[in-house]
């Protein structure tokens, strides 16, 4: 196992192994990582350093334990836990390199670590890096089976081979059908989860609000709305158990009537993966166009199966329009435990007792938390043991400083001890345009929450107390609106106290390069083949259509089959020169009346020269003797092909005697 | 038992069974076949499976990849037959074996243009030779081909197969050449027969052999060497195993003949003439042979002695 050539064969398949797990070792557990790590560097050493190779029980066992591993590490058999599997597996493969069949199954296998990548991560870097891995690991199949050929023309012959493939990809990819919902449920996966869980309590937003990650993006087909009004709704919360709020059991009816409001607003949504059930639309939304995708009575967006990919839907929003609320939820929106924040509901008795409807005490509400000096901070600190059964009464009158989620949740909590009906909401506020696209990117930081109160006429009314506390939150992001010492973020560590115009700017145009990678590759679907093909005058919804897509798609195959037949031919000095000259030197011999038969070696053919044409049998001698050498001698220099090339080009049957050498 | 599965499975692959059932190719008069190897088989099967997940999950990039992929897939069996074709064959004959032995042909594989790598020789499927013809685009090799009867062994074809570059296909073609090699008769030890006129009597020959030979020394024994010309007294004496060896005392020759060769066996009876061929001839004693009305007058040498070989190879064919 420790020799040079068994060494030179083997380490190829540790660099494609290595080269394809680097992406995917941010998105497996640290422990599976290290393991990796530990594992290719025991590998190393036994190449160079001789240590032993782990034998078929300690790697049977090692297997065992690492699959229990993998399967522990990461929450169960989601995609995460399949890839570290994969990984860890393929590690423990390089200690099996007996044969070459290991090695070319171990290197066949690197392809499915290579596009697990899907999973993670599709911008334009990363499906580039994926291609680049295509590439090497194709080099290395070829190498490892013929070690003749060096690793750098075995990659450049993967190149070629991908080049000639590329036209074939693009047409299948144009055309292959797609099916939007899958055949069977998807495995989780654990990295989509950044985004709103179906629960709030104190601090789940705030921690979400530090994450840079884009959370959708948004194209605004009619004249989009100021920046205080993109109120994005996603979930909407009925149930409080004293610490957190859930979405509860809810009548599953259609969106219930609204109140007309001011202006109507088209755009649509792309939102990025996040695992849960719900989209997002600007308050209030009406219509909805998206596949298995409906409104709920509470006009929230609701698709049937978790958002697992990159999903696209179109969305009608009426502006300042409300909803009118059910009689079975209004008792819903009333619910409080029986216990815990003794203080707060003193306060909300305090003003029910005086108070004459619902929106007079929603009035003293909103003046409690414009008097109380509370700090809007996206770090509120811990809650002390001693006061977790009450957070809503530590909140308000121990700490006073938190983020939405804070005010929200107690804004929620006092209306319904003060028997005014009141929803949490959850979602996103505001949003940034990104000058290069005409487009909005709305981020994790973004991410906000805000109350609605069912008002006197019975219809639910948006009050976010965070923008009473803090007013330029409504127009600015999260980040922003802080101005405190402790959100001294990555760049003002590296010097940078406000976010640099130029960073920016990149920013901005990195994302439009992106978005548009995204409309056009990552998020072709079947309603882009619809208007793919419609501009070729082609419905596919039709069968005819069908057969002409299909016709045509043989065709293009077809032709570039063909095309790639015609390539096939080799460089011009890739051509055999030594029977190049010795078959102009045959011609000419033809034409002195001496012709070879094909089956007439280079020494009959001599042979029969010096019977037929005794004249020419000087000159030719040479001529086949060298012949002889380079063709079947396997001794071969330039100098000789030098030679040849003059002798046989100087060779005149014709004339006798001229040349003489 | 895992292995041993693998194993018969890739013998499958490699085996001519699975040839049959491919198409034929005929591209300017040569005909090609092409079958996927087992490396094919695995590749094809994760291509399904990454299929089966970029559906399940309508993810466009896995799309992208499995496209990708199944096309190099699909171009590498263009590249490969690019490795194969217009290759020439030229070899020269075998030197002269014995039925039984293996044969070997000097061949010669010649590229027309570009350079070739793992380019399979074979006469048949248990002898193969991988050859790079990338020096002067030409390699040559020896190709081993067992002789099993007597005669002249003709070759009109060589197998020549590819998987360059991904390993994932295999095309062949057969390369026309003609080549041939002589195979003598497998040698059969037995007493040396030798024709004396018209007698064909067993004793008469063996009273004639002891009378007309006088013992002169012991030699290392040799293959072929019959019981009675064992020298048992040495081989008692510790000194191991030697013959005796009987000068002839008549300045004249052996002839040997088929006709006085006992048995009803034609190839058995050339067997035997071959060892005595190979007898007389390691022993400096002058022969001839008669096979029938042929009839090649006692001499000495190597050329009488190949081309009584010879005689015997090509009798009756």
């Known amino acids: 196992m420790n020799s040079h050539s068994d060494r030179s064969q083997t380490l190829p398949i540790l660099y494609t192994v290595i080269l394809c797990t680097l992406p995917h070792?941010?998105?497996?557990?640290?422990?599976?990582?290290?393991?990796?790590?530990?594992?290719?560097?025991?590998?190393?050493?036994?190449?160079?350093?001789?240590?032993?190779?782990?034998?078929?029980?300690?790697?049977?066992?090692?297997?065992?334990?690492?699959?229990i591993m993998a399967v522990l590490t990461h929450e169960g058999l989601t995609v995460e836990a399949f890839v570290a599997l994969l990984t860890l597996m393929i590690a423990l493969k390089l200690f099996e390199l007996k044969k070459l069949q290991d090695g070319v199954i171990a290197v066949i296998l690197c392809y499915f670590i290579i596009v697990s990548g899907m999973f993670f991560n599709d911008s334009i870097i990363a499906t580039f890096y994926i291609l680049f891995t295509v590439l090497f690991n194709t080099a290395v199949l070829i190498h490892i089976q013929y070690p003749e050929l060096q690793l750098s023309p075995a990659f450049s012959l993967s190149f070629q081979l991908a080049l000639r493939a590329f036209p074939f990809m693009i047409i299948l990819f144009l055309v292959f059908p797609r099916i939007q919902t899958g055949f069977w449920g998807r495995p989780e996966l654990l990295q989509n989860k950044t985004g709103f869980s179906d629960t709030i309590s104190l601090g789940t937003v705030a921690s979400l609000a530090q994450s840079d990650k884009v959370a959708f993006r948004v194209t605004f087909t009619s004249d989009p709305p100021p920046q205080d009004q993109l109120y994005w709704r996603g979930i909407v919360l009925w149930n409080f158990d004293g610490q957190t709020w859930k979405r509860g059991n809810r009548s599953r009816g259609a969106a219930s009537q609204f109140q007309k409001g001011t202006r109507k607003i088209r755009y649509n949504v792309t939102l990025e993966?996040?695992?849960?059930?719900?989209?997002?639309?600007?308050?209030?939304?009406?219509?909805?166009?998206?596949?298995?995708?409906?409104?709920?009575?509470?006009?929230?967006?609701?698709?049937?199966?978790?958002?697992?990919?990159?999903?696209?839907?179109?969305?009608?929003?009426?502006?300042?329009?409300?909803?009118?609320?059910?009689?079975?939820?209004?008792?819903?929106?009333?619910?409080?435990?029986?216990?815990?924040?003794?203080?707060?509901?003193?306060?909300?008795?305090?003003?029910?007792?005086?108070?004459?409807?619902?929106?007079?005490?929603?009035?003293?509400?909103?003046?409690?938390?414009?008097?109380?000096?509370?700090?809007?901070?996206l770090k509120p600190g811990a809650i002390?043991?001693?006061?977790?059964?009450?957070?809503?009464?530590?909140?308000?009158?121990?700490?006073?400083?938190?983020?939405?989620?804070?005010?929200?949740?107690?804004?929620?909590?006092?209306?319904?001890?003060?028997?005014?009906?009141?929803?949490?909401?959850?979602?996103?506020?505001?949003?940034?345009?990104?000058?290069?696209?005409?487009y909005w990117i709305i981020r994790q930081s973004d991410a906000h929450a805000w109350v609605e109160v069912l008002n006197d006429e019975n219809i639910w009314q948006r009050v976010d107390p965070t923008t009473i506390v803090a007013p330029e939150r409504a127009n600015l992001s999260a980040e922003q609106a802080i101005q405190d010492d402790t959100q001294a973020s990555w760049l003002s560590r590296l010097g940078f106290h406000e976010v640099p115009q130029w960073f920016t700017g990149v920013r901005n145009m990195w994302d439009f390069a992106n978005n548009k990678w995204n409309m056009w590759v990552m998020e072709y679907s079947i309603s882009s083949q619809r208007s793919l093909f419609s501009k070729i005058g082609i419905n596919i919804s039709l069968n005819k259509g069908i057969v002409q897509i299909v016709f045509i798609a043989a065709v293009l195959l077809g032709a570039t089959f063909f095309l790639n037949l015609v390539f096939l031919r080799p460089k011009k000095q890739e051509q055999d020169k030594v029977s190049q000259y010795w078959s102009t030197f045959c011609t000419k011999m033809q034409r002195a009346g001496v012709g070879r038969l094909p089956s007439q070696g280079p020494i009959l053919f001599l042979e029969k020269i010096k019977k037929q044409r005794q004249d020419l049998y000087d000159q030719a001698a040479p001529i086949v003797h060298l012949y002889i050498k380079l063709r079947f001698s396997g001794q071969y220099n330039d100098d000789d092909l030098a030679h040849f090339r003059s002798m046989t080009t100087n060779f005149r049957p014709g004339t006798q005697h001229d040349t003489t050498r | 038992m895992s292995t041993s599965v693998v194993s018969a499975i890739?013998?499958?692959?490699?085996?001519?069974?699975?040839?049959?059932?491919?198409?034929?190719?005929?591209?300017?008069?040569?005909?090609?076949?092409?079958?996927?190897?087992?490396?094919?088989?695995?590749?094809?099967?994760?291509?399904?499976?990454?299929?089966?997940?970029?559906?399940?999950?309508n993810n466009n990039l896995g799309y992208l990849l499995t496209f990708l992929l199944s096309s190099m897939f699909l171009v590498s069996i263009m590249l490969t037959y690019r490795n194969l074709r217009n290759i020439t064959?030229?070899?020269?004959?075998?030197?002269?074996?014995?039925?039984?032995?293996?044969?070997?042909?000097?061949?010669?594989?010649?590229?027309?243009?570009?350079?070739?790598?793992?380019?399979?020789?074979?006469?048949d499927h248990h002898h193969r030779q991988q050859l790079n013809l990338t020096h002067n685009l030409a390699a040559s090799t020896q190709l081993a081909l067992p002789a099993k009867s007597r005669g002249i062994l003709q070759v009109n074809r060589i197998f020549l197969s590819t998987s360059f570059p991904l390993g994932l296909f295999t095309w062949r073609t057969e390369a026309p050449v003609s080549l041939s090699c002589l195979v003598y008769p497998t040698p059969i030890a037995g007493p040396l027969h030798t024709e004396t006129g018209t007698g064909s009597d067993e004793d008469q020959?063996?009273?004639?052999?002891?009378?007309?030979?006088?013992?002169?020394?012991?030699?290392?024994?040799?293959?072929?060497?019959t019981p009675r010309q064992i020298h048992w007294k040495s081989l008692a004496g510790g000194k191991g195993l030697h013959s005796k060896f009987f000068e002839e005392q008549t300045s004249g020759s052996s002839l040997f003949s088929l006709q006085d060769i006992p048995g009803k066996d034609l190839e058995f009876k050339l067997s035997r003439l071959c060892q005595m061929i190979?007898?007389?001839?390691?022993?400096?004693?002058?022969?001839?042979?008669?096979?029938?009305?042929?009839?090649?007058?006692?001499?000495?040498?190597?050329?009488?002695?190949?081309?009584?070989?010879?005689?015997?190879?090509?009798?009756?064919?």
């Open chain 1, 25 to 67: 070792l941010i998105n497996i557990s640290v422990i599976a990582t290290l393991i990796c790590i530990c594992m290719w560097g025991y590998h190393l050493g036994s190449l160079y350093k001789g240590w032993p190779i782990p034998g078929l029980k300690v790697r049977t066992v090692l297997g065992t334990i690492l699959f």
């Open chain 1, 273 to 377: 993966p996040h695992n849960q059930q719900w989209l997002f639309g600007i308050d209030l939304p009406t219509q909805l166009q998206a596949s298995w995708s409906w409104l709920r009575d509470d006009h929230s967006l609701y698709r049937r199966r978790p958002v697992s990919s990159r999903f696209n839907y179109t969305v009608e929003s009426y502006l300042g329009a409300r909803s009118q609320a059910r009689s079975p939820n209004i008792d819903l929106a009333l619910s409080l435990p029986s216990t815990g924040n003794p203080r707060a509901r003193d306060l909300a008795r305090q003003w029910s007792q005086v108070a004459g409807s619902r929106m007079e005490i929603v009035e003293k509400a909103i003046q409690f938390f414009k008097t109380q000096n509370i700090v809007y901070t």
């Open chain 1, 384 to 438: 002390p043991v001693s006061m977790q059964g009450d957070p809503i009464d530590y909140f308000l009158f121990s700490s006073r400083s938190g983020f939405c989620e804070h005010f929200a949740t107690s804004l929620a909590f006092l209306l319904r001890a003060a028997d005014v009906p009141a929803r949490l909401v959850g979602g996103y506020l505001g949003g940034a345009k990104n000058p290069m696209g005409d």
């Open chain 2, 10 to 57: 890739q013998q499958y692959f490699t085996s001519d069974r699975l040839h049959k059932f491919m198409p034929a190719i005929r591209i300017k008069t040569v005909t090609y076949r092409f079958h996927p190897t087992l490396y094919g088989v695995i590749f094809f099967g994760m291509l399904t499976a990454l299929l089966i997940g970029s559906i399940n999950h």
């Open chain 2, 89 to 123: 064959v030229s070899g020269g004959n075998g030197r002269p074996v014995f039925a039984g032995q293996t044969t070997r042909f000097n061949i010669h594989l010649q590229a027309r243009e570009g350079k070739r790598y793992g380019v399979v020789a074979a006469l």
């Open chain 2, 205 to 225: 020959h063996q009273q004639e052999r002891s009378k007309g030979k006088d013992f002169s020394g012991l030699l290392a024994y040799k293959p072929g060497d």
């Open chain 2, 278 to 317: 190979l007898t007389a001839d390691a022993r400096g004693i002058p022969f001839g042979l008669r096979l029938g009305s042929q009839l090649l007058e006692p001499s000495q040498g190597a050329p009488h002695t190949s081309s009584c070989l010879k005689a015997l190879s090509l009798y009756g064919q």
